[in-house]
């Protein structure tokens, strides 16, 4: 850990001593997973993601890096062990280094078990030794396709060498890597076996994701929906597949390849949802909480955030919003659901 990050940076704000209370939905689920949206702007403009002429958010509206450490803290307070920061790309986010350097003293703390990130990887060549620093241990980065043409199709403005420089100058960090591809039917669905292997040969974990309908995009969805249950039958003919109990606190469900000793994981949102288990919500970088990924219920958080110095009108607002937290999502994908089944985009969700 830096010395800035322990010696009280301008971020910094007082830790509760006593052991959180966790937080427990409606269906008696324990909120142990914050997913935090620092930005809704990226250097990419991925096909699945956003519009190629998406409109940003003023930055009035977006939280400062104090009330993002501030609301975060507010979260661990109440029983969160695991905080991702994600975006947009969290790593285009002005002076981010100092907002991850200060939630790294609730590691040092012991409320916090990790403290991660989502990225496109353009930026880690700049950041990973920094990250590490900060007491980051574990990331995820985005790629869906080693075919750098094809890379630069699907990001539209994305350049694959650029991101791979950043997996290895964030392995050489010391950080674990699990790569994230989502299976796009007719994009990159015969690339699925060269990227696991590749991921496994380098010590990487690979998460395959399905599609989800989450804003306008420009495309049909329903051309871009590949099932994972057919890409999991597929491999099962060429691979051994073992089932493991392996988690990292997400949805992602694992399997050891034997014949490559790696493992893989599947986020089924459509074909097999991930709902019973939820230990999740996600806050917007406008302080926005969603309880649910797929439903459009939430809480704002912003205005008691701004209301008083102190916590009571933000412990109150998300107290009620945690007792409303619904079972699952309503995602569907077909020919008949024309509009996404959620109307905001991933990068002001949070991926």
């Known amino acids: 850990m830096t010395s800035s990050a322990k010696s009280g940076s301008p971020l910094s704000a007082p830790m509760a001593s006593a052991t959180p209370p966790a937080m427990i939905d409606p269906f008696g689920r324990a909120v142990t997973y914050l997913r935090v949206s620092v930005t809704d702007r990226c250097d990419f403009r991925c096909v699945y993601c956003m519009a190629e002429d998406m409109t940003f958010l003023p930055k009035r509206e977006v939280l400062s890096l104090e009330e993002l450490d501030r609301l975060c803290t507010a979260f661990i307070e109440k029983g969160v062990r695991k905080l991702r920061l994600t975006g947009g790309e969290p790593l285009v986010r002005k002076n981010i280094m100092s907002l991850i350097r200060s939630l790294g003293r609730h590691l040092d703390s012991g409320l916090l078990q990790e403290l991660t990130l989502t990225t496109n990887g353009s930026q880690l060549a700049r950041y990973a030794e920094e990250l590490y620093e900060a007491g980051v241990r574990r990331i995820n980065v985005s790629i869906d ?14 350049e694959l060498g650029k991101v791979m420089d950043g997996v290895r100058a964030a392995t050489e960090a010391g950080l674990k890597i699990k790569i994230n591809m989502v299976a796009l039917k007719g994009v990159n669905e015969h690339e699925i076996v060269p990227m696991m ?7 990487h974990d ?22 994972l249950s057919l890409v999991r039958a597929r491999l099962a003919e060429a691979f051994t597949l073992e089932d493991i109990p392996y988690k990292t606190g997400g949805p992602a469900r694992y399997v050891e390849v034997r014949e490559t000793g790696g493992r893989l994981g599947f986020i089924t949102p459509m074909t097999h949802n991930f709902c019973e288990s939820c230990n999740r919500v996600r806050v917007t970088c406008t302080g926005q909480l969603y309880m649910c990924l797929g439903q459009d219920d939430m809480a704002d958080l ?11 009108l933000l412990n109150e607002a998300i107290d009620e919003a945690i007792g409303r937290k619904p079972k699952g999502h309503d995602f569907v994908i077909d020919r008949r659901t024309k509009q996404p089944a959620v109307s905001r985009h991933m990068s002001v969700t949070g991926g």
């Not at 396709?145 to 994305?158: E, I, M, N, S, Y």
């Not at 292997?197 to 010590?203: C, I, L, P, V």
């Not at 690979?206 to 099932?227: A, F, V």
């Open 302 to 312: 912003r205005a008691p955030l701004r209301a008083s110095e102190g916590n009571e």
């Open 197 to 203: 292997e590749w991921a496994h040969s380098h010590g």
């Open 145 to 158: 396709t080693l075919d750098p043409q094809k890379f630069k199709a699907v990001t539209r403005w994305g």
């Open 206 to 227: 690979l998460t395959i994701i399905e599609t989800m309908p989450l804003g306008e995009i420009n495309e049909d969805r329903t051309d871009q929906y590949l099932p």
